[in-house]
């Protein structure tokens, strides 16, 4: 789990970085449209993947058993 968080906060710069570069610097089109296409939703994902519910104690194991609830 510290790997994929660590791999998350990395995408999630990166990506940002890249999405402010293309608001800032007039690149060619071409690197707007791969920014536009890649970055944007991966800095969705990533932060997603940052923000997500973390059960609490008492509900760790109910979540193991059914990890998704439906609501």
């Given at each position: 789990m510290v790997n994929q968080k660590?791999?998350?906060i990395v995408l999630f710069a990166i990506s940002t970085i890249a999405i402010l570069a293309c608001l800032v610097i007039n690149?060619?089109?071409w690197i707007v449209y791969a920014v536009a296409i890649f970055g944007i939703p991966l800095w969705i994902l990533s932060l997603g993947l940052l923000t997500m519910a973390k059960p609490k104690p008492e509900d760790a194991?109910?979540?193991v058993k059914e990890p998704f609830t439906g609501y």
């Open positions: 660590s791999l998350c690149f060619e089109a194991e109910e979540r």
